[in-house]
C-alpha cells in the first residue's frame, strides 16, 4: 500500500510546536540538559545553519566553534551532501534486504581504504562507539587475548566495551563491572612495556591526539608502542573518530608520524556530513579473515543499519569534497593561524597559560595567575569547583560575541576548538578578535565575566 498521509506536515508540526523545545525536552528526555543550558545562559532558539554558522529568529549569526562536537567537518548542509542524500532518495534503491551486496558500501570503503594503504576492509556501523566496540571486539577475537590497554584521559565513547577504555572517571562511576582493561599514562612506553609483558593483552587503543584536553601523544610514541605491541603479538587501534578526515590537518591523525600503520582504525563523526550516523572500523585482512573465518560466522559481528545508503552516499559526497576543495590542507593552514595567533597572547594574558593542538584541534589551557588580585579569585573559583573558569570564558563568547564554544572535559580548565574544517582567516579573525575582548575583561578584574563566576560558584556549591 502505498499513498501519502494527509495528518502529517512536518512544517507545520514544527511551526505548531517548535517553539516549545525547551519544555519538551524537559518533559520527555534528559531533564539535566536544558537545566544545565538555561543555567549558563546557552539556552538559545537557532533558527537555521549554513557552512559554520548559525542564526537565531532576529537574523543574528552566531560562528561555530564546536562543529558539533567535530559531526560537522565540512560546516552544516553543504550542497554536494545535501545533493547526494536526495538522490539516494529518489533512486529508491533495495536498501538492508540483508541478503545481497548493494554497491555503496563498496564504494566507500574503496574509497576510505585509498587514504590507508596499509588497511584492507572496513565494516560499517552507526556511530563513534559502535566503531570502538567492533575494534575491541576484532582485537580481542583475532589475538585470542581479552584485555585491552588504553590511555589515562582517554575518551571512547560510552556503550558498555567502549566504556571500559574510558579514561575518565566521571563516564565511569556507577556502570561497573565493566571489562577487565587497563589503563596506561599517554606516552609512557615502561608501563606499556610492563602491561605486554603479562602476556594477556589483545590491544592498545589511543587517540593520537586526546579530545579531553587536546593533549597529543609524544613524539615516537605511537611508532615505538606500534613495535612493542607486535613484538608482543597484540595490536595497535588508532581512534580517529574525532581526529580523523582531516581534522589535524592530515587526513588520519596518525599519518603525521612515519612508520604508523595501526592494525585497526576507528572512524565516524565528520564522516556522516552532519546528517546520517554512520561508523567505521578499518582493519588489516588477516583481522577480518579470522573474525569472518567461515560461512557459519558470516553474521557474528554485524549492525541492523551499518551500510545503509543513505550513510554510505553521505560518505562518499564527503569524501569527494575534501578531495575537490582541499579540506584537509584547509584545516592544516588555517589551523596554524589560529594556533599560531592564539599562542602570541600567552605572554600578554597571565590567566592563559597554553595553547596547543593539531590543525583544527586547538586547546586553549587556562592557568593560575600571578598578580594578586587575579590569583585570590582564581582561587575562590578552583576551591567551588575546578573547570569555572574556563566555563567563564565560554559564556561570554557566545552572549557578548555570538561564538560557540564548549570546554575540553569535566574540571578541566581546557577549551577546545574543533570548527567545521572550513573555515579561513575571516573566522580566525573573529575568534582571536572576541577572545582577546574577554581575555582583557579577565584581567580587567570585573564585569559581567566574573559576577557570572559567582553565580557558577554557587551553581557549584550547590550542587555538593
Not at 612515519?258 to 585497526?264: A, F, I, K, Q
Not at 593542538?357 to 582564581?378: A, H
Request: a negative charge.
Amino acid at each position: 500500500m502505498t499513498g501519502t498521509s494527509k495528518e502529517f506536515d512536518l512544517g507545520t508540526l514544527l511551526a505548531e510546536r517548535g517553539g516549545e523545545r525547551y519544555e519538551l525536552h524537559t518533559r520527555h528526555l534528559n531533564h539535566q540538559l536544558p537545566r544545565m543550558l538555561r543555567t549558563i545562559g546557552f539556552d538559545k532558539v537557532y533558527e537555521r545553519a549554513e557552512g559554520a554558522y548559525f542564526w537565531d529568529a532576529d537574523g543574528h549569526d552566531y560562528l561555530d566553534m564546536l562543529a558539533g562536537f567535530g559531526v560537522m567537518g565540512l560546516g552544516r548542509h553543504h550542497p554536494v551532501v545535501r545533493k547526494a542524500l536526495h538522490d539516494v532518495l529518489d533512486a529508491s534503491l533495495a536498501d538492508l534486504t540483508r541478503f545481497d551486496c548493494q554497491p555503496l558500501p563498496g564504494l566507500l570503503a574503496e574509497r576510505l581504504l585509498a587514504h590507508s594503504p596499509y588497511l584492507d576492509r572496513v565494516f560499517f556501523g552507526n556511530s563513534g562507539t559502535e566503531s570502538v566496540e567492533t575494534a575491541l571486539k576484532f582485537a580481542r577475537y583475532a589475538t585470542g587475548k581479552p584485555r585491552i590497554l588504553y590511555c589515562a584521559h582517554a575518551f571512547h565513547g560510552l556503550t558498555t566495551g567502549s566504556l571500559s577504555v574510558n579514561g575518565e572517571t566521571g563516564f565511569r562511576d556507577g556502570f561497573a563491572p565493566l571489562l577487565p582493561d587497563t589503563a596506561v599514562p599517554l606516552g609512557d612506553l615502561d608501563a606499556l612495556r610492563r602491561e605486554l609483558k603479562r602476556g594477556d593483552v589483545a590491544a592498545l587503543i589511543i587517540e593520537p591526539v586526546q579530545g579531553k584536553g587536546v593533549h597529543e601523544a609524544p613524539p615516537d610514541y605511537l611508532r615505538e608502542a606500534q613495535e612493542l605491541l607486535h613484538r608482543h603479538k597484540a595490536l595497535l587501534i588508532a581512534d580517529e573518530v574525532q581526529t580523523g578526515l582531516g581534522r589535524t590537518g592530515a587526513f588520519y591523525a596518525h599519518q603525521h608520524e612515519e612508520g604508523v600503520e595501526p592494525d585497526l582504525v576507528c572512524v565516524a563523526k565528520a564522516l556522516s556530513g552532519g546528517y546520517v550516523p554512520v561508523g567505521a572500523t578499518l582493519g588489516k585482512d588477516w583481522i577480518f579473515k579470522k573474525v569472518y573465518s567461515s560461512m557459519d560466522r558470516v553474521l557474528v559481528h554485524s549492525a541492523s543499519f551499518g551500510s545503509n545508503a543513505q550513510a554510505m552516499a553521505a560518505g562518499l559526497a564527503v569524501l569527494a569534497v575534501m578531495e575537490d576543495e582541499g579540506v584537509v590542507e584547509n584545516a592544516r593552514v588555517t589551523g596554524e593561524l589560529l594556533k599560531s595567533r592564539l599562542a602570541a597572547l600567552i605572554d600578554t594574558y597571565e590567566l592563559l597559560s597554553d595553547v596547543r593542538g593539531r590543525g583544527l584541534m586547538v586547546g586553549i589551557e587556562f592557568g593560575r595567575p600571578t598578580s594578586l588580585k587575579l590569583r585570590s579569585r582564581w582561587a575562590m573559583l578552583q576551591a567551588a569547583r575546578k573547570g569555572l573558569f574556563a566555563q567563564m570564558v565560554v559564556v561570554p563568547l557566545l552572549q557578548k560575541h555570538r561564538i560557540l564554544t564548549q570546554v575540553s572535559g569535566d574540571h578541566l580548565e581546557v577549551i577546545k576548538l574543533i570548527p567545521p574544517l572550513i573555515i579561513g582567516e575571516e573566522e580566525v579573525d573573529r575568534f582571536v578578535a572576541a577572545f582577546t575582548d574577554v581575555m582583557e575583561d579577565a584581567h580587567g578584574g570585573g564585569g559581567l565575566m566574573w559576577d557570572f563566576g559567582k553565580t557558577l560558584v554557587k551553581q557549584a556549591v550547590g550542587n555538593r
